[in-house]
């Protein structure tokens, strides 16, 4: 509002009208946790299969430019699905806490891409069952094997990654 009624005082500008304000300020880039995996732009545009993958994500390379000079967005290539790895969400140094939606272990580029609420969401689904089954089992996150944490996300509707053949399970 400071804004507008600063521009009414220039001339030509003094019908000037506002037709729409967000409603609310959102913060794009916040804190990322130091992870045991940093998901780097260069995973997140190969497509990298972790092999401990929990989920998939699916959104450009979407950087806004700190200095207010545009955008710069990097498309997927066709075909290309990346991955998150569960170790992206577990800080290093304490495999008892698991960390969902937009601050897991990740660079700026990747970061901007796995922002978005998909992404988040299925980090959180993720989360919440690797919590559950490492609280059952008495074992911290790192413990669970990931075919059974698969298994209980596939029971409950996810979509999760094939694990790459190398993947200890
Ligand atoms: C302007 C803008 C536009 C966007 N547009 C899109 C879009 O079109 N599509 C899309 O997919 N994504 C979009 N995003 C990105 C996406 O919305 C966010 O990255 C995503 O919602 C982050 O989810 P999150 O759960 O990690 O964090 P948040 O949604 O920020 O949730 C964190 C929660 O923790 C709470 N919290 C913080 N500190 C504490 C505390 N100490 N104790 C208790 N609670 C606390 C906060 O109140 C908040 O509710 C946009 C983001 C912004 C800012």
Redesign the pocket.
């Known amino acids: 509002m400071r804004i507008y009624r600063f521009l009414r005082t220039l001339p030509g500008l003094e019908d000037l009208r506002l037709d729409f304000r967000a409603s609310e300020v959102?913060?794009?880039e916040s804190v990322t946790i130091a992870a045991r995996t940093t998901v780097t732009g260069q995973d997140y545009l190969a497509g990298r299969v972790w092999a401990d993958s929990v989920c998939h994500s699916f959104y450009p390379i979407d950087i806004h430019r700190p200095d207010g000079n545009g955008i710069d967005k990097t498309h997927l290539r066709h075909g290309v699905v990346p991955t998150v790895p569960r170790d992206a969400m577990v800080p290093a140094g304490n495999p008892y806490a698991v960390v969902a939606?937009?601050?897991i272990g990740s660079d700026q580029a990747a970061n901007s891409a796995l922002?978005?609420?998909?992404t988040?969401m299925a980090t959180g689904q993720a989360a919440g069952a690797l919590a559950a089954m490492a609280a059952d089992r008495g074992t911290d996150v790192t413990g669970v094997p990931m075919t059974d944490l698969h298994r209980v996300l596939v029971r409950s509707g996810a979509i999760v990654p094939t694990l790459p053949a190398s993947a200890e399970v």
């Open positions: 959102g913060v794009r939606g937009r601050c922002r978005v609420q998909a988040a």
